[in-house]
């Protein structure tokens, strides 16, 4: 079974910073720091496009980690080059110079699309019998946002990841995903989309969407596990807000120490938000059993469990 | 008591609990804008839908923008229960 060994990231030097935009969008400094929860908004360079992100993300992984021949590379994006022609995945492929023995493709999903993207990749993999894959995400939100939309623009940030999946006996310690749950509300795609080039957030609709089904579905997830909240070492919720987030923590009853936060540096950065958070987690040995919760765009909601499984060490 | 004034006491109840910052110190405050009273536009997001679950109202966006103060709240609430029953 496919497992998760390693996670690197890339986010862009370049920022605004929040606190600068009191006046303009009439809110306070608590607003921003205790409320939406970001500092700065990260921004890629105007020369930087989403396949250079990928490949600075490939490039942060540790020798030890990134992978001497890669079977499969996926990249999750609703922002890619060019429009999406050609596939970004292709992009990186060649950039990253690898074998001609890799298949590619892209997915096309926010919020959601890393739950979603690991279950496609290890399913791939598996029906394939291929060794390894890597997983980017990049979704470079900036190319969208307007600079004076209030709900938008002080709040999504630009970032990449790469997840690496390992099958086999010798992959390594890492998180073997266990079970998932997929749901969609497609009614309500209008919620936040991209309106004419820019992007348009019903802040207030992805607030109640958020609240009252991610709990739902969570709590579905840990039933078909057998599992109750408190025997999750950790959530890992996709960072929409600080104010998501918290609200998501009360509701459901969790510990602080139980709902890790990564949002004030650079903002809400789509379906980097958890691979984010799991690159920290995988550090921490003792954290066993984690729940990612992906929601947001579509509207999608997607969770997952995993469980660090240490029987493929190597030596 | 009417019914607004029943249901503007379980929205003091309700506004406090959801947002324990928010000033409610004389009767006026319940006919203030929200945000002069510490409720921001956040908070009031949160505490509308405290509203719609505990009330079992549906709170559409087109009312959102009437719904000031709490005793606007208030009124909107009782109307929609007296519709239902």
């Known amino acids: 079974m496919a497992r998760i060994t390693a996670i690197a990231s890339y986010v862009p030097g370049l920022y605004e910073d929040n606190l600068q935009k009191q006046e303009k969008f009439n809110v306070d400094r608590e607003f921003i720091l205790n409320k939406l929860g970001v500092r700065r908004v990260s921004r890629k360079g105007e020369a930087e496009d989403t396949s250079d992100m990928c490949v600075k ?9 990134r992978p001497e021949r890669t079977d499969c590379i996926v990249v999750c994006t609703q922002n890619p080059d060019g429009g999406g022609i050609p596939h970004v995945s292709a992009i990186v492929h060649g950039k990253l110079g690898l074998e001609e ?20 990749l290890q399913s791939f993999m598996e029906s394939n019998g291929f060794a390894t894959g890597l997983l980017f995400t990049a979704d470079p939100y900036s190319k969208i946002i307007d600079p004076d939309d209030k709900n ?45 080039g820019s992007l348009f957030m019903n802040g207030r609709a992805i607030f109640n969407f958020a609240l009252t089904n991610v709990p739902v579905q969570v709590d579905r997830l840990l039933d078909m ?9 950790l959530f890992l919720f996709h960072q929409g807000s600080k104010f998501i987030v918290d609200n998501l923590r009360k509701k459901m009853g969790l510990l602080p120490e139980q709902v890790p936060m990564e949002i004030e540096q650079y903002g809400n950065t789509v379906s ?10 995988l550090k921490e040995k003792d954290k066993r059993i984690i729940v990612m919760s992906g929601f947001g765009l579509g509207l999608s909601w997607a969770s997952c469990l995993a469980i660090r499984d240490q029987s493929g060490l190597r030596g | 008591m009417s019914d607004e004034s029943k249901v503007l006491g379980k ?23 929200m945000s002069e009273i510490g409720i921001d536009s956040l908070d009031s997001m949160s505490f509308l839908l405290e509203v719609q679950e505990k009330f079992g109202v549906e709170v ?14 208030a009124a909107y609430v009782a109307k929609q229960q007296a519709e239902k029953s």
């Open chain 1, 57 to 65: 993300a490939f490039h942060a992984l540790p020798e030890e980690d």
């Open chain 1, 101 to 120: 023995d890799c298949a590619c493709f892209d997915i096309a999903l926010g919020c959601s699309g890393y739950v979603y993207s690991l279950s496609i």
């Open chain 1, 152 to 196: 938008t623009a002080m709040l999504f940030g630009d970032a990449a990841t790469v997840t690496v999946l390992k099958n086999g006996t010798d992959a390594g310690d890492g998180f073997l995903l266990d079970r998932f749950v997929f749901q969609t509300r497609g009614a309500d795609w209008d919620a936040l989309h991209n309106a004419d």
């Open chain 1, 225 to 233: 596990s057998g599992l109750e909240t408190k025997d999750v070492d």
């Open chain 1, 272 to 281: 980097s938000s958890i691979p984010l958070l799991l690159e920290l987690v």
């Open chain 2, 11 to 33: 929205i003091r109840e309700l506004v406090l609990d959801v947002v324990p910052s928010a000033v409610l110190s004389s009767e006026e405050d319940y006919d203030r804008p």
């Open chain 2, 60 to 73: 559409p966006d087109e009312a959102v923008d009437k719904l000031t103060s709490l005793r606007s709240i």
